[in-house]
Every structure is written in C-alpha cells, then in structure tokens.
C-alpha cells in the first residue's frame, strides 16, 4: 500500500496539537481502508459501513470527515498525481520510445488502482484529469505533427485527441480492470491500436469519417437487396 500523505490541518507552521494529529491519523485510516477496499472494488459498490468496519471505527466517524461518499473519493484522488504519475511523462520522440513509457507508467496505475479508480469516479479527479489534458495535448501534438507535417491542422487535432483516448488511464481501466489484461499486455495493445490508427491516417486521412455519398449508398443498398433475395 503507498504511504499516504497526511494533510495540514493547520494555516502555520506550528506543530499540530495532539487534537489534530488524532484527526490526522483517523483521517487517514479512513482513507487506507477505502483504499484497501478500492482493489477489489468498484467505487459505485462502495460502502460507508464497509469502510468504518474496515478502519476500525464507526459509521458516524467516517461520516465526521467524509460527509459522503464523493468526499471520500475526493480524498483519495487528490493523492492520485503523486502516487501514480510520479512514473514520469511517457509522451516522448517516437511511438517505439512510447511503449516503453506507456507500461513504466500503467505498470504504476496497477500498484494504486484505488488511486486511479477514484479518480474516474470524483469530481476531485475529474478536475486533476482535465488539468493534465493540456499538457498531454501539446506533448501528444508535437509528436504527431512531426510525424504528419503536411496534414491539415483540424485533422491533426483529431488525431491528436483520439490517440490521448487510446493510450489515456480510462482505456487503461477498460483493458485492464474490464478486459483483464496485465499492464504490460495493455499499454502494447493501446500503442498497436495507435499505430494502426496512424498508419491508417498516413494512407487515408480522415476519409473514413466522411458520410458516404448518395450514389454509394444506393449501391450498398442493391447489393444487399439482391443478397436477400438470391
């Protein structure tokens, strides 16, 4: 389990009373337990009691500091950035340096599931995900618009965007805790689902999203009328 980092309770430098650091430290059982939970748990199968039974103390103190479960999610994903992306900035030169990067830092997420899995399920990692997005984009930009110097620029912001989906921690989750998949066998498959895309882009653009024309349509449509009829 991380360590976990307990909060000042205090707006000084002083030395927290005995008070608060017995707060301090049932605050972050608290926490502990709910992270204990969260590996074998989905955040919406979470329970108040089942955390206080856990911690060791009753239902009235968890609620004491966590008035709800969203606080309590809260709590545990404002950690997240520390214990999970401490791994490093995996967008790097190339797709190849990539996959290396991508398995050091989902090799991470599985050591904090609770970490990453309360982030998808708080308003606290709701706000900690879209203030890396920025970040990841011009990372993610850079690499793509060197590799596609000649694209169009909306284009280039497509496939931007739809390469951050592939290789984000919500397709992490969905490989790994939906799919099961190991962390390894994960971040390869997202870079493989990248490449493809890429390569499929350096010979198509963005043709496939295109509505087919009348005339196609109209084709598609015989051919499978007659198919139905043979």
């Known amino acids: 389990m991380p360590c976990l980092i307990v909060e000042d309770m205090t707006s000084s430098d002083e030395p927290l009373s ?19 939970l969260l ?19 009753s239902v009235r103190t968890v609620y004491r500091y966590f008035p709800n479960k969203q ?4 709590g545990i994903a404002k950690h997240f950035p520390d214990q999970s992306h401490g791994a490093g900035r995996w967008v790097l030169d190339t797709f190849d340096e990539n996959e290396a990067g991508l398995i050091r830092l989902w090799s991470a997420f599985t050591e904090n599931l609770p970490a990453v899995r309360a982030e ?8 900690l995900r879209e203030r890396r997005l920025g970040e990841t ?16 620029q909306d284009e280039l912001d497509t496939l ?22 190991d962390a ?3 971040a390869r498959l997202a870079i493989w689902a990248a490449k493809a895309l890429h390569a ?18 109209s084709n598609e449509t015989s051919a499978a009328n007659k198919g139905t009829t043979k």
């Open 18 to 36: 005995l008070a608060d650091q017995r707060a301090a430290v049932t605050r972050d059982a608290i926490i502990e337990a709910t992270q204990t």
């Open 71 to 74: 606080e309590l999610l809260d």
């Open 137 to 152: 984009r011009i990372q993610m930009a850079k690499l793509i618009s060197a590799n596609f110097p000649s694209a169009p």
């Open 200 to 217: 499929e882009f350096a010979a198509n653009g963005l043709d496939a999203l295109s509505p087919p024309s009348t005339s196609t349509l």
């Open 184 to 186: 390894d066998t994960a």
């Open 120 to 127: 998808h399920q708080s308003p606290a990692g709701s706000e």
């Open 160 to 181: 931007v965007d739809i390469t951050i989906a592939l290789t984000s921690s919500s397709m992490f989750l969905e490989l790994h805790d939906r799919l099961g998949n």
């Open 39 to 57: 590996i074998e748990k989905h955040p919406a199968t979470l329970s108040i009691p089942a955390v206080a039974k856990q911690a060791g103390v």
